[in-house]
């Protein structure tokens, strides 16, 4: 029979850590995490690299958009439907 660690996936974890889970899904995790300790192991994981990847990314995140990549995008997408 499989356990929830069997149906969860990382793809659930990395939404749960991102505050993006919904309601059952993170009870399920939450319950998971008191239960087993590979699933205790991978959370933490996932909760220290997103702490690295917030105090690395977020102080770009309210800068303007170069524009030499704006007009990249420009010349790729000029002309697309």
Do not use: W, Y
Not at 61 to 67: A, L, N, S
């Amino acid at each position: 029979m499989p356990t929830l660690l069997d149906v969860i996936t990382i793809e659930d974890l990395s939404a749960f850590v991102d505050g993006q889970a919904d309601g059952d899904l993170s009870e399920a995790i939450e319950e998971l995490e008191l239960q087993d300790d590979r699933c205790a192991e991978t959370l933490g994981a996932f909760m220290a690299q997103n702490a690295l990847l917030h105090r690395a990314l977020d102080p770009m995140k309210d800068e303007p958009t170069p524009k030499r990549l704006l007009d990249l995008i420009r010349s790729h997408t000029d002309g697309a439907a």
